[in-house]
């Protein structure tokens, strides 16, 4: 017993451990050649180090999805990928630039999906021959519609100057600090939201 406990006849209550969130890193192409995964490792040895969440990569296309609504194929992958992403607070979105916007691929797995996406944040690393802006300001938009909470700071990586023979990843040091102050983000505002819950 405390003094206070003592002084005031009663035991003064312990708070809970607070537990870790579950961020997701969501690669957002399936294609071969891809370099999301490489981005993806990248984001997530930098976030391991913060010990501030529970950061797993999530591949869309270990899910095997195929495009909405198609009818006679086999979609057995989407509970599956219902499961992963219900499971998360939080994401953190690696998204390259197809022809000015996001992946055919990323756009049809946000889409297979309502609920599990609502009230949750999410943060955008992007890259491509401008950073990936513009697919990362189509990407806005549709969060927006799933509920989604897009923070502000966005890492956007050049294949000019980022990556090497724009092949292998060689992200300048500026672009570590700046997934740090988006994942500061991402923890605040999936903290909260996590409260609506």
């Known amino acids: 017993m405390s003094i206070f406990s003592n002084l005031f006849g009663k035991q003064q209550?312990?708070?809970p451990p607070v537990e870790k969130l579950n961020i997701g890193i969501i690669l957002g192409s399936t294609r071969e050649g891809r370099l999301s995964p490489q981005v993806g490792n990248w984001v997530k040895d930098l976030a391991d180090k913060r010990e501030d969440a529970n950061y797993t990569i999530?591949?869309?296309a270990d899910y095997k999805l195929p495009l909405l609504g198609e009818v006679g194929v086999d979609a057995s992958g989407a509970a599956a990928w219902s499961e992963a992403v219900a499971k998360q607070d939080g994401f953190v979105f690696i998204a390259q630039e197809y022809n000015h916007s996001i992946t055919g691929a990323l756009k049809n797995a946000l889409?297979?999906?309502r609920v599990e996406w609502n009230n949750k944040a999410a943060g955008i690393v992007s890259y491509g021959s401008v950073g990936?802006?513009?697919a990362a300001e189509h990407l806005r938009g549709i969060l927006g519609e799933l509920s989604v909470a897009d923070v502000r700071v966005h890492?956007?990586?050049s294949l000019f100057?980022?990556?090497?023979n724009g092949a292998e990843l060689k992200a300048a040091p500026v672009q570590a600090d700046s997934v740090n102050q988006m994942l500061d983000q991402v923890i605040l505002w999936s903290t909260a939201l996590k409260t609506i819950r």
Request: proline share 5%; aromatic share 10%; hydrophobic share 35%.
């Open 13 to 15: 209550e312990e708070e």
């Open 161 to 164: 100057t980022d990556f090497e």
């Open 111 to 113: 889409d297979y999906l």
């Open 58 to 60: 999530i591949d869309i």
């Open 155 to 157: 890492p956007a990586l």
């Open 132 to 134: 990936g802006a513009r």
